[in-house]
């Protein structure tokens, strides 16, 4: 009996620690299940209410699902059954309507383990309310808010008093005004910051916010106008500033510094004057965009030679002059995405002097107006040891020879093909196993001739955008009509 008296306390006590205070109900604390009844409440659905959080029931002997860890969005702890996780985006998808409802997330702090909660891409148009019991989500780790419309004064000391919150994700909130640096500065665990989409403005620095933990931060399609002291986010492996305006090039220097980064999106700004060399020091990065930019000098093909670890280069769109050699990528392996061009009438790109079988294998390729191969106007070489193309533009290179049938038969993935502006003669060749993806074929103002393939519509089934024009193809008339309704699109 004394051993029976000791099995049953032993029960008893982890039954209570389990339970910590609450109720399970059929597989589910029940306070848990009250909070999340009363979320769904509060959205004030009229319109195919059944069809939200369909899942989502609270009365017995109905048909209802009384385990809200089986519920949609929801996921429990497997050792203590608490909710950990709340996944309630995209609840809009079945509705018409737009929401106007006061978001109360003190619903959740009875969810006490809960670790990630995601109300993004709903479209709320609401106020906030209880945001002084926000802080007793201190065991909340990840939130996503984004593309909402929150009050724009009241929810940023909301969210900050999370201050054990490691991931936070703003986007297109419509954030308005001067950065909040006061109340940010509490986040200080925070490691993947989102703010882009957002209309803030002025000055940031990152010195002050003191967010040494910060691993990923996105602030593209912001407004602001100057960002200081860069250097400080030591911990930093991803940086968009895509599109915010900027034309400080002083906080390229400032990056130089940043070791650990892995993705560098500068695109769409103002940056001008030759790229810092110090660029070079960046050996770990993997994504390296600075497109669309005003950046000058040559080619910064030194700059590029030891960033081996790139899959994803981007210089197109800027002032860039001189000569640019593919052997400057022959020890880039990874590399998948490569984008040059347009450049002055002084400038070119050489591919022919890359060994081959080059080491990468491109799944897109930029090299539009990049006067290319001037001395032979060939296609390059390395092209035809390339298997995974999915876009392909070789346009306005006044480029000669007849288009390669090969382009197409070793690249079953391709779905852009550009070879627009060039000086490519003799028939345009295509065969019924080729194109099964591409959705763009543009080869207009060339010198191509012979017959429109007759069966261009077997080949290319999902073709939605073909330019032939400015060519010298004969007997257009006897191109069957068939043959274009077979392409579904």
């Known amino acids: 009996m004394r051993g029976h008296s000791i099995l049953i306390a032993s029960w008893a006590l982890v039954v209570s620690i389990i339970l910590n205070g609450g109720l399970l109900c059929s597989g589910c604390f029940l306070e848990e299940k009250h909070a999340l009844l009363d979320f769904k409440a509060s959205l004030n659905v009229t319109t195919n209410a059944h069809l939200i959080l369909s899942s989502w029931t ?21 050792i203590t059954g608490r909710i950990v996780e709340a996944d309630l985006s995209f609840l809009r998808e079945n509705m018409d309507e737009d929401w106007y409802v006061n978001i109360n997330i003190s619903t959740f702090i009875p969810l006490k383990d809960l ?19 926000w802080a007793k989500l201190q065991n909340l780790k990840s939130l996503y808010l984004d593309w909402n419309n929150f009050n724009n004064s009241s929810i940023i000391p909301c969210i900050t008093a999370i201050t054990e919150l490691k991931r936070l994700s703003l986007r297109d909130l419509d954030l308005k005004g001067s950065f909040p ?63 915010i305006g900027i034309n400080d090039s002083s906080v390229l220097q400032g990056i130089c510094s940043l070791k650990n980064l892995h993705e560098l999106d500068l695109s769409r700004n103002n940056f001008y004057g030759p790229v810092p060399m110090c660029f070079r020091n960046l050996t770990s990065l993997r994504l390296l965009d600075l497109s669309n930019n005003i950046l000058s000098g040559n080619i910064p093909a030194a700059l590029i030679t030891p960033l081996v670890h790139l899959e994803y280069l981007s210089l197109s769109g800027n002032l860039f002059g001189g000569s640019f050699s593919f052997s400057s990528l022959g020890n880039h392996s990874k590399l998948q ?18 060994a081959l079988p080059p080491p990468f294998q491109l799944k897109a390729l930029y090299l539009s107006g990049c006067n290319l191969n001037n001395q032979t106007r060939k296609i390059p070489s390395f092209l035809l ?105």
């Open 58 to 78: 609270g009365k017995e002997g109905d048909g209802a699902n009384a385990d809200c860890c089986t519920w949609e969005g929801v996921k429990c702890s497997n």
């Open 115 to 133: 670790r990630t909660l995601d109300l993004s891409n709903n479209y709320f148009n609401s106020e906030v309310t209880g945001c002084r019991n």
């Open 181 to 243: 640096i006061e109340e940010f500065k509490r986040l200080e665990k925070l490691e993947f910051l989102d703010l882009s989409g957002n209309q803030l403005s002025g000055s940031l620095s990152f010195k002050e916010l003191k967010l040494e933990s910060l691993k990923v931060l996105n602030l593209e399609y912001t407004n602001f106008n100057k960002l200081s002291d860069v250097e400080a986010l030591t911990s930093l492996k991803a940086l968009s500033l895509n599109d």
């Open 385 to 489: 040891y390339q298997k995974e193309m999915q876009n392909l533009d070789l346009s306005s290179n006044k480029l000669v020879g007849q288009i390669p049938t090969w382009l197409l038969q070793n690249n079953t993935n391709l779905e852009v093909l550009v070879l627009k502006d060039n000086s490519f003669t003799g028939p345009f060749l295509v065969d019924d196993s080729l194109g099964k993806y591409l959705s763009q074929l543009d080869i207009s103002n060339n010198d191509v001739s012979g017959k429109v393939p007759q069966n261009i519509g077997l080949s290319f089934p999902f073709l939605q955008r073909l330019n032939l024009s400015g060519n010298s193809f004969l007997q257009w008339g006897t191109l069957p009509l068939t043959s274009l309704f077979e392409m579904s699109n």
């Open 337 to 354: 995405g490569f984008k040059l061009g347009p450049l002055n009438n002084d400038s070119h790109v050489d591919t022919e002097d890359l």
